[in-house]
């Protein structure tokens, strides 16, 4: 079975640009998160989606906004990107019940100068 | 609110060495605990997990149990190899909630030398 795929790995934008980042869940996987992870502040959780619908979000300012698509393929939007957007952005896909264990793209590494 | 806190690394051992790192949390409720690691360049793989109060989850040599009383979930290998070396994570899930958000510690980078 294929892993969570994250497309591109690589990305360097300039300050005030948007991005988009996706992500495409193992089969069968109707949940996607993403993560944001940084020197400074570690792993944070960004959103999750589920079955086209955000179930949770965290502590992020309205620039970082997602979506789910009914192949359970997600992708993220960072607008007016700012220089502390830099970061590692990891998406993790499950089954979608509480607790269940998530599995971990190898991640988008953003750049912004 | 919920937090994972870990022990501040780096932790550095000789291979053959015991190894343990230290995580206490503070959550609603009865969350699920995890240990992930990364590899330098990687993404994270869950190592262990537990889902109730005194489960103890293991692979690869890797154990930590689940204590309520101590709201602790500290992982131990008996003997490390330079293989471990990577960046460990202990996050938790809140199941009190529907989703399944990880609230992640800081991460304590192992380095095991031969």
Redesign the interface.
């Known amino acids: 079975k294929a892993g ?1 795929t994250q497309t591109p790995r690589y990305l360097i934008k300039t300050r005030g640009q948007q991005v988009t980042l996706s992500c495409s869940p193992i089969s069968g996987h109707r ?1 996607v ?1 993403w ?1 944001q992870q940084t020197p400074g502040q ?4 960004l959103f ?1 989606y ?1 079955s086209e619908t955000q ?2 979000k ?1 502590n992020f300012p309205g620039r970082f906004s997602g979506r789910q698509f009914s192949n359970s393929r997600s992708e993220m939007n960072v607008s007016t990107l700012e220089l502390g957007d830099s970061a590692l952005y ?1 998406c ?1 896909s ?1 089954l ?12 988008t590494r953003l750049t912004v100068t | 609110g919920n937090s994972v806190t870990q022990m501040e690394g780096p932790v550095t051992l000789s291979e053959e060495a015991f190894l343990t790192i230290n995580c206490t949390y503070t959550a609603t409720g009865y ?2 605990l ?1 240990w ?1 690691v990364q590899y330098p360049g ?5 190592l262990l ?1 537990a ?1 109730k109060a005194d489960d103890k989850g293991s692979n690869k040599g890797f154990e930590a149990t689940y204590r309520k009383e101590t709201t602790s979930f500290h992982l131990e290998k008996g003997s490390v190899q330079v293989s471990d070396s990577a960046v460990y ?1 202990c ?1 938790l ?3 009190y ?11 304590t980078t192992l380095s095991v030398s031969s």
Do not use: W
């Not at chain 1, 979608?96 to 991640?107: K, N, T, V």
């Not at chain 2, 990687?42 to 869950?46: A, F, K, P, R, V």
């Not at chain 2, 909630?97 to 991460?107: M, P, R, S, Y």
């Open positions: 969570v949940s998160s993560y570690g792993l944070q959780f999750e589920f179930r949770n965290g990891l993790a499950n979608g019940a509480s607790g269940s264990e998530q599995y971990f793209g190898p991640g | 969350p699920s995890f992930y990687e993404g994270l793989q869950l997990k889902t994570f996050a899930s809140p199941n909630q529907a989703g399944t958000a990880l609230i992640f510690g800081k991460g």
